[in-house]
């Protein structure tokens, strides 16, 4: 691990707003740490993983701490639409929907917390 690097965790780096978003912060020269249902090529670290899955999100960001450092930036760009009018979109697509993208991005923010709170602490 190298302490003076810069890193940032990307939600759906894969495709989408989080795609550009990843390749933008490893131009600007953090390492990004990647997370995605498909791996993502410009992430020094990806890994597939749902959102929605609160324990695999907190391996996930023990992972990138112990391996690239504490997270300096996260972008929460996960998300998932599932469209048509209202009295199409059945119950399943709307707490599919709800999932990846409230909870997703919740899941995430909870499990990165923790490592800025300790960073905080040490410091004051």
Do not use: K
Request: with cysteine.
């Amino acid at each position: 691990m190298v302490i003076d690097q810069r890193v940032a965790i990307v939600s759906g780096a894969a495709g989408g707003i989080g795609a550009p978003i990843a390749e933008r912060l490893a131009a600007e020269g953090f390492v990004v740490a990647g997370c995605d249902l498909e791996p993502q090529a410009v992430c020094a670290l990806s890994v597939e993983l749902d959102v929605t899955d609160a324990p695999a999100v907190r391996a996930f960001v023990q992972r990138v701490a112990a391996e690239l450092g504490r997270p300096d930036v996260v972008v929460t760009a996960a998300g998932v639409q599932r469209t048509g009018a209202s009295e199409t979109v059945t119950d399943e697509d709307w707490r599919f929907v709800v999932d990846v993208n409230l909870t997703g991005t919740w899941n995430l923010i909870r499990a990165v917390l923790p490592a800025c709170w300790s960073a905080a602490a040490a410091a004051s």
